[in-house]
């Protein structure tokens, strides 16, 4: 077997790779790289479930970066049981070709009891009082208090929200780092996720002056990699979820329902509003450009397809055909899937009176939200001193005090300037693969079913 570091750098695109990432240019020019078919939704979840099982969304069951659980009436995004993913994993097939591989997961998504060998993933702890507090999870758990050990607590506020910046990327890869030199696996999954933050804040424009920041960046905690893979004679091959595109604004796909008399709210003692999935008619799950519409009587499902279409900034919307043609259908999607135009996203808001927005509407609160909430990436405009407002709430609870870190607008959906989901219509601003190995990558484009036969590749070709 030969060792195989797999590095996924979020948001990097053909167009991306140049000037700013001298790192990443020179191993595509000593290897090889290939545009990614990936899949839809091209999010998260889905990306990596497709590309670690080498399944369609119908076969894994990932469709979205959570979903609709009709059993519990309730969404839930961003849960982490690696048995949620359906499928022999790669390093399942691995371990049947040799009884002697094994396996790194450094932070790819659905990383609690997995069967890798080595794992982390972040992991808040929530204690009673209400408060957040940075963690993570590792397998075996020694390896926890191992990397707290050598490089301090998981940096949870820049992984995620209005902080969110170099510094989660920079733990992740010496954490990579460490169980490579300690643990010396076959096979290294890690995950560098600092270029999505300002992809979705600033947009894909390369004049930006950050942009071309954050590319020099995140190059050189690949270059980092890239050195001690080199060092210790492994394979390399770098890969992306998705390519990021140009956003104006959002679709407000579960107000039009609303309106519509189909969605159904739950009016609480303090006058807010919670979505109420069970009473509802019709609701979306919206995800970035991909929304799954959850029909509860099947006799209006054409009904509801017709509203949906008529939205500006609809593109397309898949009943049951249209879900088997695009690797959907499955009993987790909603009876249709909204697509939208490329330069539109789907928003999670449901409320028509901003007073009756949800509390944690203003907070980063990935787990309450049913929908991907891009804004929080941002700090409330509103916000007159947002640093000294943020830090006296912080202040606040670390002396005891129940303090909601309300920071967040619940209606700002144009500050986010760049989104993804949908197949984006050039290649180029798409995901790749670029491989050290020239010879394993195929002449055109590489499928996203076909990168977990083509990691085998590397490691046992």
């Known amino acids: 077997m030969k060792k195989t570091l797999v590095i996924l750098v979020v948001g990097l695109a053909p167009h991306l790779v140049g000037r700013d990432t001298p790192h990443l240019k020179k191993l595509a020019e000593r290897g090889a790289l290939r545009s990614l078919d990936t899949v839809t939704p091209a999010v998260t979840c889905t990306a990596q479930a497709t590309l670690l099982t080498g399944l369609m969304p119908s076969d894994h069951g990932v469709v979205a970066n959570g979903w609709y659980f009709r059993d519990l009436r309730e969404i839930m995004l961003w849960r982490q049981p690696n048995n949620l993913v359906q499928g022999e994993k790669v390093w399942e097939a691995g371990r049947k070709r040799n009884p002697d591989f094994t396996c790194a997961k ?99 424009d390369l004049d930006h002056p950050r942009l071309r920041a954050d590319l020099r960046e995140v190059d050189a ?12 004679g492994r394979r390399i091959i770098v890969v992306s979820e998705y390519g990021i595109t140009k956003a104006t604004d959002a679709v407000h796909i579960n107000r039009a329902l609303r309106e519509a008399g189909l969605l159904a709210v739950r009016r609480e003692e303090h006058g807010r509003e919670t979505l109420d999935c069970g009473a509802s008619t019709a609701f979306a799950m919206a995800d970035h450009q991909i929304a799954h519409v959850h029909v509860e009587d099947a006799a209006r499902i054409r009904e509801v397809k017709a509203l949906i279409e008529s939205l500006d900034g609809v593109e397309q919307v898949w009943d049951a055909e249209g879900k088997r043609a695009h690797g959907l259908d499955h009993p987790r999607s909603g009876e249709l899937v909204a697509v939208s135009k490329p330069d539109r996203w789907f ?94 990558l195929p002449d055109g484009r590489v499928a996203a079913t076909d990168f977990k036969s083509l990691v085998l590749r590397h490691v046992f070709d």
């Open 106 to 204: 450094m932070f790819w998504w659905y990383n609690m009891y997995s069967s890798a060998d080595w794992s982390a993933t972040p992991r808040p702890m929530y204690p009673a009082d209400g408060r957040k507090i940075p963690d993570h999870y590792a397998f075996p758990p020694e390896l926890h208090d191992e990397l707290d050990a050598a490089l301090g607590p998981f940096p949870l506020f820049k992984f995620w929200g209005p902080l969110a910046d170099i510094t989660s990327s920079e733990w992740i890869a010496k954490a990579t780092l460490h169980v490579m030199q300690t643990r010396d696996p076959t096979l290294t999954l890690t995950y560098l996720p600092h270029l999505d933050y300002n992809l979705q804040r600033l947009g894909p």
């Open 221 to 232: 905690l690949c270059g980092e990699l890239i050195e001690e893979a080199d060092r210790t």
């Open 347 to 440: 928003s999670y808001y449901y409320w028509l009176d901003p007073d009756r927005a949800p509390d944690f509407a203003r907070t980063v609160d990935i787990h309450r939200k049913p929908g991907y909430d891009p804004v929080e990436l941002f700090i409330d405009p509103q916000i007159r001193h947002p640093k000294l407002t943020a830090a006296m709430k912080l202040a606040k609870r670390k002396a005891g005090f129940r303090q909601l870190l309300d920071i967040i607008s619940p209606s700002a959906t144009h500050l986010v300037k760049g989104t993804h989901g949908r197949i984006t219509d050039n290649p180029d601003e798409g995901p790749l693969v670029i491989s050290s190995e020239p010879d394993a």
